[in-house]
Nanobody, 122 residues
Framework: QVQLVESGGGLVQAGGSLRLSCAASGRTFSTYALGWFRQVPGKAREFVAAIRRNGESIDYGDSVKGRFTISRDNAKNTVYLQMSSLKPGDTAVYYC???????????????WGQGTQVTVSS
């Protein structure tokens, strides 16, 4: 069992930056791939980024590539999402997730956090 808690969301102006954190409980954190997704009301959850257990393989959604960076610190049981050059279209609730495979598919993640709101003003 893994519990995930996101933090770091908030209100930021377009062009600004935010760093999201997701802290995990449990001693098996390093055995999980981790992902970030986001969702706006009325739309499906969208893939943002994913990172493998060892951090060597990283994938990004097309809409955030070049602006967002995912990283993990297995010693701290934490995964991060550094977001730069933010746009109003990035406004969403951001979720972290843990699973056995780094994937763009929500169905392959077993554990989810409660989400953190990111609002980008124009």
């Amino acid at each position: 069992q893994v519990q995930l808690v996101e933090s770091g969301g908030g209100l930021v102006q377009a062009g600004g930056s935010l760093r999201l954190s997701c802290a995990a409980s449990g001693r098996t954190f390093s055995t999980y791939a981790l992902g970030w997704f986001r969702q706006v009301p009325g739309k499906a959850r969208e893939f943002v980024a994913a990172i493998r257990r060892n951090g060597e393989s990283i994938d990004y959604g097309d809409s955030v590539k070049g602006r967002f960076t995912i990283s993990r610190d297995n010693a701290k049981n934490t995964v991060y999402l550094q977001m730069s050059s933010l746009k109003p279209g990035d406004t969403a609730v951001y979720y972290c997730a843990a699973g056995l495979l780094a994937s763009r598919s929500t169905g392959l993640y077993d554990y989810w956090g409660q989400g953190t709101q990111v609002t980008v003003s124009s």
